[in-house]
């Protein structure tokens, strides 16, 4: 689903024009990943929002291959037959070798045709086709990794594909294949070993030792160049999968990465520099009017509210209305995407509002599926226990409002003790008493397998951040994706993202973030780092991000307790803004879209392919470089207008636009 803002790409002033667009020469492009059809991480999202894009531009001669999966398809891929005669001649040939090979139509934006290749019925070939691999490339496979064993078969069957098609083909064919990431990567080592003609591009989204280095507490940044890489892998029983990903990079005729960081990642780590680095994009759809995206945040708090109503059952002893709402959210991983240091700041952001006497109150979300056996019992109750007050409160209204109504009737005004009898007042208490509760508001709203080890509880419990009254920060720690058919928080992410108020990612580890990305297209404020693409990406792009909500966490040159204070600086700085500074400020998240748009990051995946095409096949292709093969260019002016924050003021002019001043009213 695109997200929504209020502008079209056109209309952030500065964006450099680009004259990348070049002759295709009927080129055909296959797009292959192991997330085609198949949500697993991050990758499915970046091949899914960026397809309408490259069907518009390559249209007919567009195909993603990937896994077939039963359940995936079944809700998301209309089974067709293939439209392009010799991809219907090479499809009919593999079936009838054995292998399962579907065509049909990925029903998201865009529509592209997908190729879904069912691993599983060629699984007869594994050991054969594991030989080959080690007498061609010297890369063993061993017997327990299913991940690697799937990796093998998904790679030979995509390489037996894309020969089978170039010999089908009446004409000498031009062939590009994008690869993602390690699990897609054999079927390109194997392209360029069997000589096949095809222009291969291959790139990595995240290296595969740089994630288990990192989740291993390793200073990794500052020991780059001092890895070594095959015994670091071998340690930690990859080494295999590392090969897989190195000769994927050093076969490939362009190599890219999505941001900056990870591009200083790869050398290192994979001994190659990439000639590209394809940022991450989304695709943005633009409002009728720009106050529209704030009546949806709005909207969306208040379904949050209602949700902390009951949660906070008994113990509801602050203002709703001076409540602000954080959070974070992705893969659970506690130190890369640093849910560690966003709880120690929390803890001591909880003792400054406390010492300050401050009005306002945090509640800190944090998203992050774990393993669980059921929701919290406590946590029902309380949304249970909410409607049952909402359904006592409105029988009484209805029958106050009927005495109102027949008093006025006969034209005299209502005896105030006559409208509620002792039946009213007898619901009504009942009511009051079934809300009390001795227990404090739990912390979790499921039930965890991994109680006493789970990371996040064992840090809420050494903090102390229990949620208490006395508390002006309190966490829910709901362990699942957020779905609008929830019992509990019947939301969807988006939905929810809009009801926040800040996001907060102090990742240590996170080659691109989608989290920010998506707050930052629907208006809402977050924090990065500059150990992430995105915040690196902000901060070549912006000339003050945080006067646009976009704060950058410095955890590249700062220690881990630095780094904790400056968060907690951030937090309390935000929590000092009045409503009136959060509306100007989303109003400025929200212009920075355009930025995020497909329409202009896909550029660099137009210079990709060019660059890929041009080595494949110089006779056709010629490719001259921009003047910079990085994500940079357009950097965007600090805003003439009120800061956001009070600790800000130094830095910018005393007084807001005359634009956010409309803007504000409107709202």
Not at 74 to 97: C, G
Not at 264 to 279: G, M, N
Not at 459 to 464: N, V
């Amino acid at each position: 689903m695109p997200l929504s803002r209020s502008l079209s790409v056109t209309s952030l002033s500065g964006l450099d024009d680009w004259d990348e667009e070049f002759d295709q020469e009927n080129a055909v492009l296959f797009e292959i990943a192991w997330e085609v059809a198949n949500k697993v991480g991050g990758i499915y999202t970046v091949i899914q929002t960026k397809a309408r894009l490259t069907v518009e531009e390559w249209g007919e001669r567009y195909f993603l291959i990937g896994p077939y999966f039963e359940h995936n398809v079944r809700t998301q891929v209309e089974l067709i037959e293939p439209t392009n005669p010799a991809l219907r001649r090479t499809i009919d040939k593999m079936n009838t070798q054995g292998c399962k090979v579907y065509f049909g139509r990925w029903l998201i934006e865009g529509g592209p045709y997908v190729v879904l290749i069912d691993v599983g019925q060629t699984a007869w070939a594994l050991e054969r086709w594991k030989s080959e691999l080690w007498d061609g490339c010297g890369i063993g496979v061993p017997w327990f990794d299913r991940d690697a064993n799937d990796a093998v078969l998904f790679g030979f069957l995509t390489a037996w594909l894309l020969g089978e098609y170039a010999a089908q083909c009446d004409e000498p064919p031009r062939l590009l294949a994008h690869f993602h990431e390690w699990l897609a990567g054999l079927g390109l080592v194997l392209c360029r070993k069997r000589r096949l003609p095809v222009a291969t591009i291959f790139t990595t989204h995240a290296t595969l030792l740089g994630r288990y280095l990192c989740a291993g507490n390793v200073d990794f940044y500052n020991n780059l160049n001092t890895f070594n890489v095959d015994r670091e892998a071998g340690d930690r029983q990859i080494y295999h999968r590392y090969c897989m990903e190195r000769a994927a990079v050093h076969c490939a005729h362009v190599f890219t990465t999505v941001s900056q960081i990870t591009a200083v990642e790869a050398e290192s780590l994979l001994r190659r520099k990439p000639d590209v680095v394809t940022p991450n994009g989304l695709n943005v759809r633009k409002f009728s009017a720009m106050h529209e995206f704030q009546n949806l945040h709005a909207k969306s708090k208040a379904r949050i509210q209602e949700f902390i109503r009951g949660h906070f059952y008994g113990h509801l002893d602050f203002n709703l209305d001076k409540t602000l709402f954080l959070f974070i959210a992705g893969r659970y991983e506690f130190s890369n995407k640093g849910a560690d240091i966003f709880l120690e700041a929390l803890a001591r952001l909880n003792y400054l509002l406390r010492v300050n006497h401050s009005e306002v109150t945090v509640v800190a979300f944090f998203i992050m599926p774990a393993r669980t056996n059921n929701f919290n019992v406590e946590t029902l109750k309380g949304q249970a226990v909410r409607k049952q007050l909402w359904d006592t409160a409105n029988t009484v209204k209805e029958k106050f409002g009927k005495k109102l109504y027949e008093s006025l009737l006969v034209g005299q005004l209502p005896d105030a003790s006559q409208m509620l009898d002792r039946e009213d007042v007898t619901m009504m208490k009942r009511a009051i008493f079934g809300a009390q509760r001795q227990s404090q508001p739990p912390v979790c709203t499921h039930n965890m397998l991994d109680d006493p080890t789970d990371p996040i509880l064992t840090a809420i419990r050494r903090i102390g951040l229990f949620n208490h009254s006395s508390d002006r920060v309190k966490v829910i720690f709901h362990p699942e994706f957020l779905s609008s058919t929830s019992p509990l928080l019947p939301m969807d992410y988006e939905e929810f993202v809009r009801g926040c108020h800040l996001g907060v990612f102090p990742s240590y580890y996170e080659p691109w973030g989608y989290t920010p990305a998506e707050c930052t297209v629907m208006g809402i404020p977050s924090i990065s780092t500059n150990l992430s693409g995105f915040g690196c990406f902000m901060e070549e792009h912006i000339a003050d991000p945080s006067a646009y909500g976009i704060y950058i966490l410095d955890r590249r040159y700062r220690g881990v307790d630095e780094s904790c204070n400056q968060l907690t600086s951030f937090l309390f700085s935000f929590c000092q803004q009045s409503r009136r500074q959060r509306i100007i400020q989303r109003n400025r998240t929200e212009r920075l879209s355009d930025l995020l748009d497909w329409r202009y990051l896909g550029r660099y995946y137009i210079s990709a392919r060019h660059m890929a095409l041009s080595k494949a096949f110089p006779e056709t292709y010629s490719y001259e470089p921009q003047e910079s093969a990085t994500a940079q260019g357009f950097r965007y002016p600090r805003p003439a207008s009120v800061p956001p924050s009070p600790s800000l003021s130094r830095h910018s002019s005393p007084h807001h636009s005359e634009t956010e001043e409309e803007e504000e009213e409107e709202v």
